[in-house]
T-cell receptor, first 110, second 114 residues
Framework: DAKTTQPTSMDCAEGRAANLPCNHS???????VYWYRQIHSQGPQYIIH???NNETNEMASLIITEDRKSSTLILPHATLRDTAVYYC???????????FGKGTRLSVIA | NAGVTQTPKFQVLKTGQSMTLQCAQD?????MSWYRQDPGMGLRLIHY???????DQGEVPNGYNVSRSTTEDFPLRLLSAAPSQTSVYFC?????????????FGSGTQLSVL
């Protein structure tokens, strides 16, 4: 599976959009981009995933560049409860384990 | 619907002791896995299973044993605990383990080995 690069930490003002970038320049054609988050010491929580097209659900939007070498997770109106570590993961569609990096620590500030 | 349940939540062991971390899911998921998370680090895969009777090693399997006798349960055994195994352990499951599925995590077991 391709590796990902994320900033170590980011801050965001409460109520503003949080844009979390992820680079995955070695992604292959059948690999998906996944985002999970981990709030404090809880188990990670699935947020969203995509292959080529932009995706949106009730939690977030995922914007994938046309060349698929990078993506951005957008939390449209960040709240204090969105403070967490966000993991960007690239994974094939087959039966391969999910591999977590160190992620981005997002701090939402009042 | 309880999801993925891990017990115990906290455990302190002495070096050389053995114990089993329990993981159970009630979603009829075929795929289950164990991760460990050290302070300030991401999660690392220990073992996983794609169905009852089938297990495989992950990134850091040494010092841990697993078995999968039922679909619901996937216990993780530490035969002789070492301080290096002090960590938070997470169990996770999904329908089949295929890449497009959501992975559901338990709330974790915090283990300290003295």
């Amino acid at each position: 599976d391709a590796k990902t690069t994320q900033p170590t930490s980011m801050d965001c003002a409460e109520g503003r959009a949080a844009n979390l970038p992820c680079n995955h320049s070695t992604i292959s054609g059948n690999e998906y981009v996944y985002w999970y988050r981990q709030i404090h010491s809880q188990g990670p929580q699935y947020i969203i995933h995509g292959l080529k097209n932009n995706e949106t659900n009730e939690m977030a939007s995922l914007i994938i560049t046309e060349d698929r070498k990078s993506s951005t997770l957008i939390l449209p109106h960040a709240t204090l409860r969105d403070t967490a570590v966000y993991y960007c993961i690239v994974r094939g569609s087959g039966n391969t384990p999910l591999v977590f990096g160190k992620g981005t620590r997002l701090s939402v500030i009042a | 619907n309880a999801g993925v349940t891990q017990t115990p939540k906290f455990q302190v062991l002495k070096t050389g002791q053995s114990m089993t971390l329990q993981c159970a899911q009630d979603m009829n998921h075929e795929y289950m896995s164990w991760y460990r998370q050290d302070p300030g680090m991401g999660l690392r895969l220990i073992h996983y299973s794609v169905g009852a009777g089938i297990t495989d090693q992950g990134e850091v399997p040494n010092g841990y044993n697993v078995s999968r006798s039922t679909t619901e349960d996937f216990p993780l055994r530490l035969l002789s605990a070492a301080p290096s195994q002090t960590s938070v352990y997470f169990c996770a499951s999904s329908q089949t383990g295929q890449g497009t599925e959501k992975l559901f995590f338990g709330s974790g077991t915090q283990l300290s080995v003295l």
